[in-house]
T-cell receptor, first 115, second 112 residues
């Protein structure tokens, strides 16, 4: 069965510090991968998605970046965090289009607080 | 741009009641619609996925319906239990798209 891991689970960082959040998927290959942010009282905002190694699409302009160095690894980064980067970050995956129901599965999330 | 709306934003019911959560979307050219559950501080758990060609899906006490032409979906929960308390989110995937568009959710509280 497939599982998705995110770490760390919680993180408190000062403004201006760097960020690296990691997501890995097990039990599947060549998935589409996604990073979402959920701010307090707001819906899920898609930040990045990737259809393959080294392929990243950005949905919103921001000081965050994403990378996919391996098939089942997705990393969210920032060189300098802002207060507005605080939120709950969720990683998700789906199988490729036309290869099933395209059901989206989510990881447990990382709670980021920027002080 | 696709917009997904969920009404009500919050709902409180006594245990044992049947209830309906609503989801509407503006562009009917969808590939599928997915209902999720989110417990406080946790990730999203997929509940039901309805393909655009389907009218409904059932899993246990949950039944989700889809009326693509009118841009609506409902999630029916039978015989609600306190353990059903959570935020319920619906999301649509448009045809040819890789991402989901999410509603802001309905926070459900089932009172024992």
């Amino acid at each position: 069965s497939q599982t998705i891991h995110q770490w760390p689970a919680t993180l408190v960082q000062p403004v201006g510090s760097p960020l690296s959040l990691e997501c890995t998927v097990e039990g599947t290959s060549n998935p589409n991968l996604y990073w979402y942010r959920q701010a307090a009282g707001r819906g899920l905002q898609l930040l990045f998605y990737s259809v393959g190694i080294g392929q990243i699409s950005s949905e919103v302009p921001q000081n965050l970046s994403a990378s996919r160095p391996q098939d089942r690894q997705f990393i969210l980064s920032s060189k300098k965090l802002l207060l507005s980067d605080s939120g709950f970050y969720l990683c998700a995956w789906t199988v490729k289009g036309g290869q099933g129901l395209n059901e989206q599965f989510f990881g447990p999330g990382t709670r980021l607080t920027v002080l | 741009k696709q917009e997904v709306t969920q009404i009500p934003a919050a709902l409180s019911v006594p245990e044992g009641e049947n209830l309906v959560l609503n989801c509407s979307f503006t562009d009917s050219a969808i590939y599928n619609l997915q209902w999720f559950r989110q417990d406080p501080g946790k990730g999203l758990t997929s509940l039901l996925l309805i393909q655009s060609s389907q009218r409904e899906q059932t899993s246990g006490r949950l039944n989700a319906s889809l009326d693509k032409s009118s841009g609506r979906s409902t999630l029916y929960i039978a015989a609600s239990q306190p353990g059903d308390s959570a935020t319920y989110l619906c999301a649509v995937r448009e045809t040819g798209a890789n991402n989901l568009f999410f509603g802001t959710g309905t926070r459900l509280t089932v009172i024992p």
